[in-house]
């Protein structure tokens, strides 16, 4: 049976273990001695390494990593991530036999220009595109760009579980309720992720059902955020000028 097991890294970073027997898979792995420490404590054997994106909180580990097991790192060629030996592009599949198991890839530009993500039934592994509660930050692109990219992955099935690579939920749900100050489902994820936290517990991963329904990067259709950003001096209340409004308060929130 596949499992995906959080190694919590630096500050708020989840680095994602996917196993099967005793294989496994990592995914962004910002560094190394948290991973190296799982795989031997739980005598596993690193095949790979997956790369959704080249921020240095994502590849720091690959290099130390890849010095004690000599494993293919799949993701998205570029000059600032030297590590990749398999790229990958839009539309293409990637199987990883000891896993039993075969990603779509979907580029998500937005965040950064080639972040990709990896898709499976039921798993979504998303880097920073979407966190608990939030996105990524529109680095490079336009928020167009940003827009489309969530927009394609709350397409997917809502039981799909979503594993971002942030601690962000508690962070992001006050502004959430900002957002939307009478959405239940906003005040029913606060109260759950304060219990989360404070037993010491992820709050990832999540459904797409759940971002749909507390996310505001999602919800910018909604009457009630749209009222709120009224309030705020908007006056164009298409999906782009919200989101983009929503976004640049997110940045002064």
Not at 94 to 123: K, N, S
Not at 181 to 194: G, L, Q, S, Y
Not at 198 to 210: D, G, K, N, W
């Amino acid at each position: 049976m596949l499992t995906i097991t959080a190694i919590p890294a630096l500050e708020d970073n989840y680095i994602w273990l996917l196993r099967r027997e005793h294989h496994a898979v990592a995914v962004d792995p910002g560094e190394a001695a948290p991973v190296l420490d799982y795989l031997r404590e739980n005598g596993l054997q690193l095949d790979a390494i997956l790369c959704t994106h080249r921020h240095h909180d994502h590849v720091d580990g690959i290099e130390e990593l890849r010095g004690v097991y000599n494993v293919p790192v799949h993701g998205r060629s570029h000059p600032k991530n030297p590590h990749i030996t398999h790229d990958l592009q839009a539309g293409d599949r990637l199987r990883l036999d000891m896993l039993d198991i075969e990603f779509d890839i979907l580029e998500t530009p937005g965040h950064l220009d080639g972040h990709i993500v990896f898709i499976a039934p039921g798993i979504l592994l998303c880097g920073d595109m979407i966190f608990g509660a939030g996105c990524g930050r529109n680095f490079e692109g336009t928020p167009a760009q940003l827009l489309h990219s969530l927009q394609r992955l709350a397409a997917l099935p809502d039981d799909t579980q979503v594993y971002c690579a942030h601690e962000y939920t508690a962070y992001n749900l006050p502004f959430a309720l900002a957002c939307e100050p009478n959405n239940p489902d906003i005040r029913r994820r606060i109260a759950e992720t304060n219990r989360l936290r404070e037993e010491h517990q992820p709050t990832v991963p999540f459904t797409i059902a759940l971002e749909k329904a507390t996310n505001p990067c999602l919800r910018c259709t909604s009457p009630e955020l749209i009222q709120t950003l009224r309030a705020r001096g908007l006056t164009d209340t298409g999906e782009l000028a919200v989101f983009t409004a929503l976004r640049a308060w997110r940045e002064r929130f």
